[in-house]
């Protein structure tokens, strides 16, 4: 059974800190890995894939892969009220893999209050 | 990043009706689309996998003669609820494809209520 976990949170951080988004896989084939914002009631919005160990930055956002540790994480850097959400973690075989279905978890929701 | 485009994006229908769900890539053909349902507060759901060309993939405990897709090009797949009841008001959430990594671009979401 492959298994994504997160902590559901509420985490709750200040404006301006950084949020830290951990999520663990089960799966050793997989091969991309994926966050996922889902505002309440809207559908869940792509804000960062990684594929390779180490880390991915994108403005405000750095993803972290550590494949040994079966280990992805999201860090949010001068986290924004508009930033509280629920976050979901992803990840599949990919192409190579023979499987693009993905394995969510179950998302943790950030609350970043002023 | 690319755009799906999913409509409705909220229906009412009485009891025994069937509502139609289209999902389409506008800016990439996706061999592939997913099917989710979503309930408030809780987990995205895998419905099914949509391959274009050729019968669609249900989940376990999804009921593939209740929801029929049908995905006939590769930039258009549809969700048909047929004989609607009270028990299939959900969100539905279609996502496709892209590249191959399997980036998910999601549609807007559906909102069904049944009355």
């Known amino acids: 059974q492959k298994e994504v976990e997160q902590n559901s949170g509420p985490l709750s951080v200040p404006e301006g800190a950084i949020a830290s988004l951990n999520c663990t896989y089960s799966d050793r084939g997989s091969q991309s890995f994926f966050w996922y914002r889902q505002y309440s009631g809207k559908s869940p919005e792509l804000i960062m894939f990684i594929y390779s160990n180490g880390d991915k930055e994108d403005g405000r956002f750095t993803a972290q892969l550590n494949k040994a540790s079966q280990y992805v994480s999201l860090l949010i850097r001068d986290s924004q009220p508009s930033d509280s959400a629920t976050y979901l973690c992803?990840?599949?075989?990919?192409?190579?893999?023979?499987?693009?279905?993905?394995?969510f978890g179950r998302g943790t929701s950030l609350i970043v209050h002023p | 990043g690319a755009v799906v485009s999913q409509h409705p994006s909220r229906v009412i229908c009485k009891s025994g009706t069937s509502v139609k769900i289209e999902c389409r890539s506008l800016d990439f053909q996706a061999t592939t689309m997913f099917w989710y349902r979503q309930f408030p507060k809780k987990s995205l759901m895998l419905m099914a996998t949509s391959n274009e060309g050729s019968k669609a993939t249900y989940e376990q405990g999804v009921e593939k003669d209740k929801f029929l897709i049908n995905h006939a090009s590769l930039t258009l797949s549809t969700l048909t609820v047929t004989s609607a009841h009270p028990e299939d008001s959900s969100f539905y959430i279609c996502?496709?494809?892209?590249?191959?990594?399997?980036?998910?671009?999601f549609g807007s979401g559906t909102q069904l209520s049944v009355l």
């Open positions: 996502s496709a494809v892209q590249g191959a990594a399997g980036k998910l671009f």
């Open positions: 992803a990840v599949n075989r990919g192409a190579s893999g023979g499987s693009y279905i993905p394995t």
